[in-house]
C-alpha cells in the first residue's frame, strides 16, 4: 500500500503553517451540532448520488460496447452503400432507373452483409469490467475516465472512455479498440493477458503506436493503465468457469516486491521528518535534470538527485532496484517509476479521493490546479490521524 509519509516541523513557521493558521477561524469548527449535522448528512445524500450516477455511466457504458461488438459492424459496413447485389430485389420503377440510395431499404434485416466475427450476445457477457487510469504526469490525462472489459471466451480486451460534453450530452467512445494484446513492460513481456492479470494495483502495458490515441499520450512509447476497481462478482464467476486460471504470483514478481519495500523501510525514518519536502523537491529535481523533456534519466542522474537530497540507499539495493524498473536495457528509467519504486504509493482507494478532489477543483479540465485552490480548500492538520501521527 506505499509508505505513508507525513510533513515534519523545524520549530519555525511556513508560508503554508501561516495560511492553516489564517483560515481555522472558518474551517477548524462548525457553527453548532445542528448545523454539524445537517452538513454530514448533505455530504453522505452527495456522496450517494455520485455513487449511482458512476453506476450508471458504467452500465452505460457496458451497452455501448455491447452494441459496437454486435451490430456495428452491420449497420454501419460501408460496402453495405456499395453493393448492388443486396438491392436486386428492390429494383425502381419500370423507365425511372433504381431508386437513390436514401430511399433504399438497409434495415437490418434486409442487409446482405456478413459480420466477420462469430461471437454471440452470450458469449461476450461473459467479460469481466474493470475501471483504470493512464498512468501519466499530465493531470487531463489521469483523470480520464476509463473502463475496461477482458472477454474470456476469446482473451481479448477492450477499453472505452466516458467523456460528457456539456451538461447534457455524454458518449462512451473507444479508447483501446477490441483485440488480443500483450505485455510490454515486465516479467510477462511478450505474454498475452489473461484472467490473473486484472486485480487492483495492476498495470495494464500497451504500444502508443498500435493505437488511436491522444498527442499526449503518444509522447511515450508505451501506454500504462492502473487498475483501480474490477467487478469482483463477475470475477469470482469467471474463475469457477475458467479451467485455466491461475493465482499464484511468480517468484520473480515477490522478489521484486521485497527490494521495492526494504527500500522503501530504509528511507522511511528519513522521510517521516520531510517527507513532503523531499518528494515535491525531487520533482521538481528531476524536471529541470530531464533536459530532453520525455521522463526519463540516468542512472547517473538518480544518484545525484539521492545524494543531493541526502537520502542513502544501499548500492547493492539501488542496484537491484535498477536492474527491476530497466527492464528494456535502455539505460534510462522514467523518473515517475523511480519515485513510486522508492517511496511506495497510495492505495487506490485513497488515491480515487484524491483524484475526485482534484477533478472538483479542475472545473475547467485544465490538467493543472493552483496550490492557493488546495490550500484553501484542505487543510488535514486538524484530523485526528494526523494528530495521532
Given at each position: 500500500?506505499g509508505?505513508q509519509?507525513?510533513d515534519?516541523h523545524?520549530?519555525?513557521l511556513?508560508?503554508?503553517?501561516?495560511k492553516?493558521?489564517?483560515q481555522?477561524?472558518y474551517t477548524s469548527k462548525?457553527?453548532?451540532t445542528?448545523?454539524?449535522?445537517?452538513?454530514s448528512?448533505a455530504?453522505?445524500s452527495?456522496?450517494l448520488q455520485?455513487d449511482?450516477?458512476?453506476e450508471?455511466?458504467?452500465?452505460?457504458v457496458?451497452e455501448q460496447?455491447?452494441?459496437?461488438?454486435l451490430s456495428r459492424?452491420?449497420i454501419?459496413?460501408?460496402?453495405?452503400?456499395?453493393r448492388?447485389?443486396a438491392y436486386k430485389?428492390?429494383?425502381?420503377f419500370?423507365?425511372?432507373?433504381?431508386?437513390?440510395m436514401?430511399?433504399r431499404?438497409r434495415?437490418?434485416?434486409?442487409?446482405?452483409i456478413?459480420?466477420?466475427?462469430?461471437?454471440?450476445?452470450n458469449?461476450?457477457?461473459?467479460?469481466?469490467?474493470?475501471d483504470?487510469?493512464?498512468i501519466?504526469?499530465?493531470?487531463?490525462?489521469?483523470?480520464?475516465e476509463?473502463?475496461?472489459?477482458?472477454?474470456?471466451?476469446?482473451?481479448?480486451?477492450?477499453?472505452?472512455?466516458f467523456r460528457?460534453?456539456g451538461?447534457?450530452?455524454?458518449?462512451?467512445?473507444p479508447?483501446?479498440?477490441?483485440g488480443v494484446y500483450q505485455h510490454q513492460?515486465?516479467q510477462?513481456?511478450?505474454k498475452?493477458?489473461?484472467?490473473?492479470d486484472?486485480?487492483i494495483g495492476?498495470?495494464?502495458t500497451f504500444?502508443?503506436?498500435?493505437h488511436?490515441l491522444?498527442e499526449?499520450?503518444?509522447?511515450?512509447?508505451v501506454l500504462t493503465l492502473?487498475?483501480?476497481?474490477?467487478d469482483e462478482?463477475?470475477?469470482d464467476?469467471?474463475?469457477?468457469?475458467?479451467m485455466?486460471f491461475?493465482?499464484e504470483i511468480s517468484k520473480q514478481v515477490?522478489?521484486d516486491?521485497?527490494?521495492?519495500?526494504?527500500i522503501q523501510?530504509?528511507?522511511?525514518?528519513?522521510?517521516?521528518?520531510?517527507?513532503v519536502?523531499v518528494i515535491t523537491g525531487?520533482g521538481k529535481y528531476?524536471?529541470?535534470?530531464?533536459k530532453?523533456?520525455?521522463?526519463?534519466?540516468?542512472?547517473?542522474?538518480?544518484k545525484e538527485a539521492l545524494?543531493?537530497?541526502?537520502?542513502e540507499?544501499p548500492?547493492e539495493d539501488?542496484?537491484?532496484?535498477?536492474?527491476?524498473l530497466?527492464?528494456?536495457?535502455?539505460?534510462k528509467?522514467d523518473y515517475?517509476?523511480?519515485?513510486?519504486a522508492v517511496?511506495g504509493?497510495?492505495?487506490e482507494y485513497?488515491?480515487?479521493?484524491?483524484?475526485?478532489?482534484?477533478?472538483?477543483?479542475?472545473f475547467?479540465k485544465?490538467g493543472?490546479?493552483p496550490m492557493v485552490d488546495?490550500?484553501?480548500?484542505y487543510c488535514?492538520?486538524?484530523?485526528?490521524?494526523?494528530l495521532?501521527?
Open positions: 500500500q509508505a509519509l507525513g515534519g523545524n520549530g519555525g511556513t508560508a503554508l503553517d501561516e492553516a493558521l489564517l481555522q477561524c462548525p457553527y453548532n445542528q448545523h454539524s449535522i445537517r452538513k448528512e455530504v453522505v452527495f456522496s455520485e449511482v450516477a458512476a450508471r455511466r458504467k452500465q452505460a457496458v460496447v455491447m452494441v459496437d461488438q459492424a452491420v454501419s459496413d460501408p460496402e453495405q452503400s456499395m448492388a447485389d430485389e428492390a429494383p425502381g419500370p423507365g425511372l432507373g433504381t431508386a437513390p436514401c430511399f431499404k434495415t437490418l434485416h434486409e442487409t446482405k456478413r459480420t466477420k466475427s462469430g461471437l454471440t450476445e458469449m461476450l457477457s461473459n467479460k469481466l469490467r474493470f483504470s487510469r493512464i501519466s504526469r499530465n493531470g487531463r490525462d489521469a483523470c480520464r476509463l473502463i475496461g472489459f477482458f472477454f474470456a471466451c476469446d482473451r481479448s480486451l477492450t477499453v472505452y472512455e460528457q460534453f451538461k447534457n450530452r455524454t458518449n462512451a467512445l479508447f483501446i479498440q477490441k513492460r515486465g510477462k513481456k511478450g498475452s493477458y489473461d484472467l490473473s486484472f486485480y495492476a498495470n495494464l504500444r502508443s503506436v498500435d488511436n491522444p499526449s499520450v503518444k509522447q511515450k512509447p492502473r487498475v483501480i476497481s474490477i462478482a463477475a470475477m464467476f469467471l474463475k469457477m468457469t475458467s485455466e491461475k493465482e515477490a522478489d516486491s521485497k527490494v521495492f519495500k526494504k523501510g530504509v528511507l522511511r525514518d528519513t522521510l517521516s521528518k520531510r517527507g519536502r525531487l528531476f524536471r529541470h535534470t530531464d530532453n523533456r520525455n521522463g526519463f534519466l540516468s542512472q547517473a542522474d538518480f545524494k543531493v537530497f541526502h537520502l540507499i548500492e539501488f542496484e537491484s532496484l535498477w536492474l527491476i530497466d527492464d528494456n536495457k535502455s539505460d528509467v515517475g517509476e523511480f519515485s513510486r517511496f504509493e497510495m492505495n485513497r488515491k480515487a479521493f484524491v483524484r475526485k478532489a482534484y477533478m472538483k477543483l479542475d475547467n485544465t493543472s490546479v488546495i490550500t484553501k480548500c488535514a492538520k486538524k484530523h485526528p490521524l494526523v495521532a501521527g
